[in-house]
């Protein structure tokens, strides 16, 4: 079992790492575009059409594809007051808890984005200046999501799968 979570938290891995590249380089263009807004601003006195369609598009990759790598590498603010002070098995139980209502609450929010993905493609929508389809950006949360779902429940298997040693009834945990 523990090789098949190694190898499936891998192959996830490399899906985080691209993407997260990927919001990268959305962050660059919206830097390009925000600076050519400036300058042209400034020196010809013009605007480039439909700049605000263009960089709403590209803030929902920029959102949302790091969100994944960043649980992985547990770079998000946590709350680890109690999680720090309970013991080996304790701290097991408080993470299986966390990690458990995480992945139900972000697979309700799959479902959602999935259904409001569903509505921009069935009915359209669009942006007001360039009529850029809304559902890529629904697209990418969805499978933002996704993603971090799947995160999730690797995370909480491998939480589960880990072998707790069990303490001597007069052994003190040291940490």
């Given at each position: 079992m523990q090789r098949i979570l190694d190898g499936l938290d891998r192959v996830v891995g490399r899906l985080e790492i691209?993407?997260?590249?990927?919001?990268?380089?959305?962050?660059?263009?919206?830097?390009?575009?925000?600076?050519?807004?400036?300058f042209f601003r400034a020196l010809f006195n013009s605007s480039l059409y439909?700049?605000?369609?263009?960089?709403?598009?590209?803030?929902v990759g920029?959102?949302?594809?790091?969100?994944?790598?960043?649980?992985a590498r547990n770079g998000h603010v946590r709350m680890t007051l109690l999680i720090d002070r309970a013991g080996r098995s304790g701290r097991r139980v408080l993470e299986t808890l966390a990690l458990s209502a995480s992945a139900f609450i972000v697979g309700v929010l799959v479902v959602g984005t999935w259904r409001n993905f569903q509505r921009a493609w069935l009915y359209g929508g669009d942006t007001?200046?360039?009529?850029?389809?809304?559902?890529y950006a629904s697209s990418i949360l969805t499978a933002?999501?996704?993603?971090?779902?799947?995160?999730?429940?690797?995370?909480?298997?491998?939480?589960?799968?880990?072998q707790v040693p069990e303490r001597s009834a007069g052994e003190v945990e040291t940490t």
């Open positions: 691209w993407l997260t590249w990927v919001a990268g380089l959305g962050t660059f263009v919206i830097m390009l575009i925000g600076c050519r807004e400036v439909g700049h605000v369609d263009i960089i709403e598009q590209l803030m920029v959102a949302a594809f790091g969100i994944s790598y960043c649980q007001p200046e360039l009529r850029i389809p809304i559902w933002s999501l996704f993603l971090l779902f799947i995160r999730l429940i690797l995370q909480l298997l491998q939480t589960v799968s880990h």
